[in-house]
T-cell receptor, first 114, second 115 residues
Framework: AQSVTQLGSHVSVSEGALVLLRCNYS??????LFWYVQYPNQGLQLLLK??????LVKGINGFEAEFKKSETSFHLTKPSAHMSDAAEYFC????????????FGKGTHLIIQP | NAGVMQNPRHLVRRRGQEARLRCSPM?????VYWYRQLPEEGLKFMVY????????ESGMPKERFSAEFPKEGPSILRIQQVVRGDSAAYFC?????????????FGPGTRLLVL
């Protein structure tokens, strides 16, 4: 079974500042890891995912995440926040041979201060 | 290419009524997943279907909930005799292939309110 912990239900950063959203996972086998973004009253949109290979993954809208097996982490970063980044961000995990559905964290609400 | 479509977007039901939620996957996608999102919570997996088959329903409540994905037409999530605790956002996702590494593409959701 897998689980995901997202530290901080709300994160506030200034426009232009670094964005760091934390995600730690638990999995008995090498995981597949995903970050999704949800804008108000909309569905989820994939930002990026890690399956195998390079541990630094680049996604859309300038976001990237690094898979660190030793820390069981997959933190999401963006060098410079933009007002349009304000949204809910979800980290999710799955695993080969595991359950078919994604296991999601509770989400982090990103607030951008002007 | 149209995305995943869900209807209705908002649904209000009184306790004891039936709720029927529809999901049309992206063109060419034959794998459908349903998730439920409670307030202040992440999404919880409910069921995974392929055409005419339920593959994994480990997240479905044992009673009142059912799902289908017929050969023709959308996937349906049916909730019988709704209770207030069923109030949530229900999301459908689809993918073109099976496999836990595959990207799931999400619809806009149906927000169910039970009065």
């Amino acid at each position: 079974a897998q689980s995901v912990t997202q530290l901080g239900s709300h994160v506030s950063v200034s426009e232009g500042a670094l964005v760091l959203l934390r995600c730690n996972y638990s999995s008995s086998v090498p995981p597949y890891l995903f970050w999704y973004v949800q804008y108000p009253n909309q569905g989820l949109q994939l930002l990026l995912k890690y399956t195998t290979g390079a541990t630094l993954v680049k996604g859309i809208n300038g976001f990237e995440a690094e898979f660190k097996k030793s820390e069981t982490s997959f933190h999401l970063t963006k060098p410079s926040a933009h007002m349009s980044d304000a949204a809910e961000y979800f980290c999710a995990v799955s695993a080969p041979g595991g359950a078919d559905g994604l296991t999601f964290g509770k989400g982090t609400h990103l607030i951008i201060q002007p | 290419n149209a995305g995943v479509m869900q209807n209705p977007r908002h649904l209000v039901r009184r306790r004891g009524q039936e709720a029927r939620l529809r999901c049309s996957p992206m063109k060419g996608h034959s794998h459908v997943y349903w998730y439920r999102q409670l307030p202040e919570e992440g999404l919880k997996f409910m069921v995974y279907l392929q055409k005419e088959n339920i593959i994994d329903e480990s997240g479905m409540p044992k009673e009142r909930f059912s799902a289908e994905f017929p050969k023709e037409g959308p996937s349906i999530l049916r909730i019988q005799q709704v209770v207030r605790g069923d109030s949530a956002a229900y999301f459908c996702a689809s993918s073109p292939y099976s496999g836990t590494q595959e990207t799931q593409y999400f619809g806009p959701g149906t927000r169910l309110l039970v009065l």
